[in-house]
């Protein structure tokens, strides 16, 4: 990685952003979204040529009532208790799309787990946290940034665990 933004998209979003006042390197990569599109992670890893498993879904949560954020391969599932154990709580359940949009600011689709309008808490797969790079939401549709995993969690404060089922 070479540490400036290339690809596309000339406009900055307020995720590459905060990448790039953490200092992070990052490159972004547009691809054609398709909000039909059964899975958007497993659709943008056939339109970026890449293994799902390196493209990395950013999921709103409630943690015991709580917002949270899960980032996982594209082709695994969040285990709800698995999570909920990784952050500290009882129990978690996927955010309702009005309320994942108000609170992280970006529209479903298009979340990233970076530039959020409210911090909040973050766990990473930990078999994604491993990976040589990775893929994750750009902060809007059809945007993805190629990084390290480390330097996502670093970013993010974020706990690393295994998460899916």
Not at 2 to 19: D, E, I, N, Y
């Amino acid at each position: 990685m070479t540490g400036c933004q290339t690809g596309a998209m000339s406009k900055s979003t307020r995720a590459t952003l905060a990448l790039a006042k953490a200092g992070v390197s990052f490159t972004t990569h547009s691809y054609d979204y398709d909000a039909d599109a059964d899975s958007i992670g497993l659709a943008a890893a056939a339109a970026l040529g890449e293994d799902p498993g390196c493209v990395l879904k950013t999921l709103m949560v409630l943690l015991d009532g709580k917002p949270a954020c899960a980032i996982v391969p594209s082709n695994r599932e969040v285990a709800m208790k698995k999570l909920a154990s990784a952050l500290g709580g009882k129990s978690a359940q996927m955010m309702k799309v009005p309320e994942a949009e108000r609170i992280s600011g970006y529209k479903v689709g298009g979340i990233s787990p970076f530039g959020q309008t409210r911090a909040v808490p973050a766990v990473m797969e930990e078999a994604a946290a491993s990976l040589p790079y990775a893929y994750i939401n750009g902060g809007q549709r059809g945007l993805q940034v190629r990084l390290l995993p480390a330097d996502a969690v670093r970013v993010l404060g974020a706990k690393v665990a295994a998460i899916t089922a």
